[in-house]
């Protein structure tokens, strides 16, 4: 694979050791994604300066890991539309799909498609970012270097085709526009911020201070850690903690990873069912994303929820 430093031979146990080729493909950097990470990272770094600190900020921060890292990525991505793992209307769902845009880790026919082949060659020669290549690859590396089996249209058609038949989700493939969804979405937090800045303080300069300390925290330092909690699960998540199944590659049970990520990092027991709502299936295996879809069922509007105990492919249909 162009640009991809090769990974485990198909067919070989995860933990095996990996010798290298001796050649290597040269290596092309997606200087796109690249610059994007690293300027946000760069522009989080202001939030160690008192000037941009607000306590308002830090809440909407905090509340914007659950609002949009637990219901856009882990709820709706990830448990609903990578693994069908439920049902809800779709107004629902696509009000969820925005909120997970407002992530910025692209549309969901990429996502799911992504995802959907890391099961299916996980921790193979195929598999997208497997962290047996090495942790940082896993965690990050994956995303900025040119994999043509990740760019193809081959991917789409193969892993998201039920997805991308839906007009709603090809239209946000299409011209960047989940990207301008993430743009219009720190606008708002802007807009709100200094309207809200300006009647509590009464002048501009506070005003504005107020709104680039919410834009801040509550966009951009929210951004990179829901990045980084994501990131982990594929990394963290195939490396360190507990095997409860014998799932045939090395994803394991982290038990730091779900704490962060409100229930992602029971990984292990998710490749063991990957259609289970629930990724925590042991009492002490704490999953704030499947309450919220028991309480979802609970209000009617969330269905044919998959239990634990069943082994089925989420394989695309």
Not at 221 to 226: A, C, K, S
Request: with cysteine; proline share 4%.
């Amino acid at each position: 694979m162009t640009g991809t430093p090769p990974l485990i031979a198909a067919g070989s146990h995860p933990k095996e050791s990996l010798d290298l080729p001796q050649t290597v493909a040269p290596i092309r950097v997606r200087w796109h994604y690249a610059f994007s990470i690293v300027l946000l990272h760069a522009v989080a770094l202001l939030a160690f300066l008192p000037w941009f600190f607000t306590w308002t900020g830090l809440i909407v921060c905090v509340l914007g890991f659950y609002v949009f890292g637990t219901l856009g990525i882990n709820l709706c991505y990830h448990r609903l539309l990578t693994h069908r793992a439920f049902t809800c209307p779709v107004w629902l769902e696509r009000t969820l799909a925005i909120l997970g845009l407002c992530c910025l880790q692209e549309a969901p026919g990429r996502w799911v498609a992504i995802h959907r082949k890391h099961h299916q060659h996980s921790d193979e020669q195929p598999d997208p970012h497997s962290p047996l290549v090495a942790f940082l690859w896993g965690h990050v590396g994956w995303l900025v270097i040119e994999n043509r089996d990740t760019e193809s249209i081959f991917l789409y058609q193969r892993y998201a085709r039920d997805i991308l038949h839906q007009p709603f989700y090809l239209w946000l493939e299409k011209k960047l526009r989940w990207l301008w969804v993430y743009l219009a979405h720190a606008l708002v937090f802007a807009a709100v911020g200094f309207v809200i800045g300006f009647i509590v303080d009464g002048t501009l300069a506070d005003a504005g201070r107020f709104a680039a300390s919410v834009v801040l925290w509550g966009v951009v330092v929210r951004t990179v850690l829901v990045w980084h909690i994501t990131w982990s699960v594929n990394s963290l998540s195939h490396l360190f903690g507990y095997q409860s199944h014998d799932t045939g590659e090395n994803s394991r049970n982290n038990w730091f990873v779900a704490l962060i990520s409100n229930g992602e990092g029971w990984h292990n027991n998710h490749h063991a069912d990957q259609r289970c709502a629930a990724h925590g299936w042991r009492w002490w295996e704490f999953d704030v994303t499947y309450l919220t879809i028991m309480a979802l069922e609970k209000l009617g509007v969330a269905g044919n929820v998959m239990r634990p105990g069943r082994r089925e492919s989420a394989a695309p249909r």
